[in-house]
């Protein structure tokens, strides 16, 4: 155990991982404290908008025996999906809220957010990337009705307000991290996946953050069957946002809701339909509304806003892919 926790220790500092509080300098806590009341403040701040905008916040869910699949995603890098039985039933940890998001907005509230922690057993070799952990939370929010351009749009004005808000607000954080918050301006470009595939190849997710310098949205990117797939065109209306050095942000889309596209895209992906057999019922019975909606990760909002090198540095606890800290 003490020779576990050693190497733990040496790893860490070897790979200019995040450190655990208590083996950091004072200066380091200094910093991890500064860039906490900062992500304290962009989660108020954001909270808030998305009230303003007319979305009602709601708990997370954590255990479910439905979740995201992760799959058919070429961005998905799972070693592990947990699964554990309780009161002789299947759960999952949730990867992601989607399917409750696409039966809240057809049941309950028209436009709603969760800010969702999500257990993603993210590939240890993915520690080292600066934007993987096994433990995040994402601001997770879905409008029935709403588009594909207005959820971008709303995004947009959410970043901006947040720019000025913190940047304004929290000057002595920002001067203890010597750090600025980032400048950009609204609204960000948009790149079509399949010309990032000509200029950079099969890569260009890791490419393209060198070479942009403020954020800029792709769309049409082939993935999960919830996210729509225009049946002619096989054209998918849906989006990431990438920021420039860190990469991808956000994720979100117009949503599938018809039963006969679901199961379709279902099948040809592999993705086993026993465990969506809720939702499919609901569609076929025409019950799911279409939506729209997106993802933020709020780890990666509040490192690239203060500049972490990584981001565990925005948690109290990091959660680092393939590093189990004692806390
Ligand atoms: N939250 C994302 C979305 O709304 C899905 C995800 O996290 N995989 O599209």
């Known amino acids: 155990m ?7 220790d040496e790893g860490i500092e070897k790979r200019g991982l995040p450190k655990p509080l208590h083996r950091m300098s004072e200066k380091e806590r200094l910093e991890r404290r500064a860039r906490i009341r900062i992500g304290s403040e962009i989660l108020a701040y954001a909270e808030g908008f998305m009230r303003r905008e007319g979305f009602v916040q709601m708990l997370p869910v954590l255990l479910s025996p439905i979740t995201d699949p992760l799959w058919p995603d070429p961005a998905a890098g799972i070693y592990k999906r947990l699964e554990v039985d309780i009161y002789g039933t299947t759960v999952r940890t949730m ?7 696409l039966v809240g907005t057809s049941m309950l509230l028209d436009r709603f957010f969760v800010v969702s922690p999500n257990i993603r057993l993210e590939k240890p070799e993915r520690a080292s990337t600066g934007r993987h952990l096994f433990e995040f939370s994402q601001m997770d929010f879905e409008a029935s009705g709403a588009s594909s351009a207005e959820i971008r749009s709303l995004i947009e004005r959410m970043l901006h307000g947040l720019a000025g808000h913190v940047g304004s607000s929290m000057k002595d954080e920002f001067s203890a991290i010597g750090a600025e918050v980032p400048r950009f301006k609204i609204p960000f470009s948009v790149y079509e996946r399949e010309e990032l595939e000509k200029e950079y190849g099969k890569d260009w997710e890791d490419e393209l953050p060198k070479h942009i310098s403020e954020p800029a949205w ?5 993935r999960e069957f919830y996210d729509f797939e225009d049946p002619e065109t096989h054209r998918w209306d849906n989006f990431d946002l990438y920021l420039p050095k860190r990469g991808e942000l956000v994720t979100g889309a117009l949503r599938e809701f018809e039963y006969e596209k679901m199961l379709s895209k279902m099948e040809g992906a592999g993705v086993k339909k026993e465990l969506y057999s809720l939702l499919l019922e609901l569609a076929k019975d025409g019950r799911i ?11 990666r909002l509040i490192a690239w806003f203060t500049d972490a090198p990584h981001v565990g540095d925005v948690q ?3 959660k680092v892919p393939g590093v189990v800290y004692e806390l």
């Open 2 to 8: 003490e020779y576990e926790k050693q190497k733990i």
């Open 95 to 101: 990867h992601s809220m989607i399917v409750h998001k």
């Open 218 to 222: 792709i769309v049409d990117l082939p």
């Open 289 to 299: 509304r279409q939506s729209a909606g997106a993802g933020i990760g709020m780890e």
């Open 316 to 318: 109290a606890f990091p």
